[in-house]
Protein backbone atom coordinates (compact mmCIF):
# COMPACT_ATOMS: atom_id res chain seq x y z
CA UNK A 1 0.00 0.00 0.00
CA UNK A 2 1.38 3.43 -0.66
CA UNK A 3 1.15 5.66 1.54
CA UNK A 4 2.45 9.54 1.37
CA UNK A 5 2.94 11.75 4.86
CA UNK A 6 3.30 15.68 3.90
CA UNK A 7 4.65 17.75 6.98
CA UNK A 8 6.49 21.64 7.09
CA UNK A 9 3.02 23.60 5.94
CA UNK A 10 2.51 26.43 8.39
CA UNK A 11 1.90 30.42 8.07
CA UNK A 12 4.51 32.96 7.23
CA UNK A 13 5.26 36.19 6.42
CA UNK A 14 6.06 37.50 2.62
CA UNK A 15 9.56 37.32 1.92
CA UNK A 16 9.76 34.27 4.37
CA UNK A 17 10.69 30.78 3.74
CA UNK A 18 9.22 26.95 4.10
CA UNK A 19 10.40 23.27 3.59
CA UNK A 20 7.94 20.37 2.81
CA UNK A 21 8.65 16.82 3.14
CA UNK A 22 6.73 14.07 1.91
CA UNK A 23 8.04 10.68 3.80
CA UNK A 24 6.75 7.88 1.31
CA UNK A 25 6.08 4.36 1.97
CA UNK A 26 5.32 1.04 -0.37
CA UNK A 27 7.14 2.06 -3.37
CA UNK A 28 10.71 1.62 -4.62
CA UNK A 29 11.37 5.11 -4.81
CA UNK A 30 14.04 5.20 -7.90
CA UNK A 31 11.69 4.22 -10.19
CA UNK A 32 9.20 6.88 -9.26
CA UNK A 33 9.04 10.55 -10.67
CA UNK A 34 8.13 12.89 -7.66
CA UNK A 35 6.59 16.16 -6.64
CA UNK A 36 4.33 18.39 -5.35
CA UNK A 37 0.71 20.17 -6.61
CA UNK A 38 -1.12 23.09 -4.64
CA UNK A 39 -4.29 24.37 -4.67
CA UNK A 40 -4.89 27.65 -3.80
CA UNK A 41 -8.56 28.47 -2.62
CA UNK A 42 -11.59 28.27 -5.07
CA UNK A 43 -9.19 26.85 -7.85
CA UNK A 44 -7.82 23.49 -9.51
CA UNK A 45 -4.97 22.03 -8.30
CA UNK A 46 -1.75 22.68 -10.38
CA UNK A 47 1.53 22.17 -10.36
CA UNK A 48 4.10 23.37 -8.56
CA UNK A 49 7.38 20.85 -9.41
CA UNK A 50 8.32 17.90 -10.23
CA UNK A 51 11.66 15.84 -9.81
CA UNK A 52 11.82 12.63 -12.14
CA UNK A 53 13.26 9.17 -11.56
CA UNK A 54 16.65 10.83 -13.38
CA UNK A 55 16.89 13.98 -11.35
CA UNK A 56 15.43 16.24 -14.11
CA UNK A 57 13.33 18.64 -12.45
CA UNK A 58 10.30 21.21 -13.95
CA UNK A 59 8.43 24.02 -12.21
CA UNK A 60 5.66 26.36 -13.19
CA UNK A 61 6.56 29.80 -14.24
CA UNK A 62 5.38 31.51 -10.82
CA UNK A 63 7.69 29.56 -8.59
CA UNK A 64 10.92 29.38 -10.89
CA UNK A 65 13.83 31.23 -8.95
CA UNK A 66 12.01 31.01 -5.71
CA UNK A 67 11.30 26.78 -4.66
CA UNK A 68 13.81 24.25 -5.24
CA UNK A 69 12.38 20.24 -5.89
CA UNK A 70 14.61 17.38 -4.35
CA UNK A 71 14.27 13.66 -3.29
CA UNK A 72 16.60 11.21 -1.42
CA UNK A 73 15.77 7.58 -2.45
CA UNK A 74 17.53 5.83 0.21
CA UNK A 75 15.10 8.19 2.68
CA UNK A 76 11.93 7.46 0.25
CA UNK A 77 11.22 11.52 0.69
CA UNK A 78 10.57 14.38 -1.50
CA UNK A 79 10.88 18.19 -0.17
CA UNK A 80 10.07 21.13 -1.51
CA UNK A 81 12.48 24.54 -0.40
CA UNK A 82 10.29 27.69 -0.38
CA UNK A 83 11.84 30.76 -0.33
CA UNK A 84 10.68 34.68 -1.28
CA UNK A 85 6.86 33.67 -0.60
CA UNK A 86 3.74 35.36 -1.55
CA UNK A 87 0.62 35.80 -0.61
CA UNK A 88 -0.71 34.22 -3.98
CA UNK A 89 1.65 30.65 -3.16
CA UNK A 90 -1.02 30.75 -0.06
CA UNK A 91 -2.19 27.01 -1.02
CA UNK A 92 -2.86 23.56 0.12
CA UNK A 93 0.39 21.62 -1.13
CA UNK A 94 0.33 17.85 -2.13
CA UNK A 95 2.73 15.23 -2.37
CA UNK A 96 2.73 13.07 -5.69
CA UNK A 97 4.50 10.25 -6.74
CA UNK A 98 4.15 9.15 -10.17
CA UNK A 99 5.05 5.31 -10.83
CA UNK A 100 6.42 4.05 -14.38
CA UNK A 101 2.41 2.83 -15.47
CA UNK A 102 1.84 6.82 -14.74
CA UNK A 103 -0.45 5.55 -11.40
CA UNK A 104 -0.59 8.73 -9.33
CA UNK A 105 -0.59 8.36 -5.61
CA UNK A 106 -1.16 11.70 -3.50
CA UNK A 107 -0.68 13.02 0.21
CA UNK A 108 -3.32 14.50 2.39
CA UNK A 109 -2.08 18.15 2.18
CA UNK A 110 -0.58 20.74 4.20
CA UNK A 111 -1.75 23.92 4.24
CA UNK A 112 0.44 27.09 3.44
CA UNK A 113 -0.23 30.34 4.13
CA UNK A 114 1.34 33.46 3.64
CA UNK A 115 0.06 36.29 5.06
CA UNK A 116 1.32 39.40 7.27
Known amino acids: QVQLVESGGGLVQPGGSLRLSCAVS????????MGWYRQPPGKDRELVAL???????NYADSVKGRFTVSRDNDRKTVSLEMNNLKPADTAVYYC??????????WGQGTQVTVSS
Open 96 to 105: NVRSPAHTDY
Open 26 to 33: GIIARFYA
Open 51 to 57: ISSGYAT
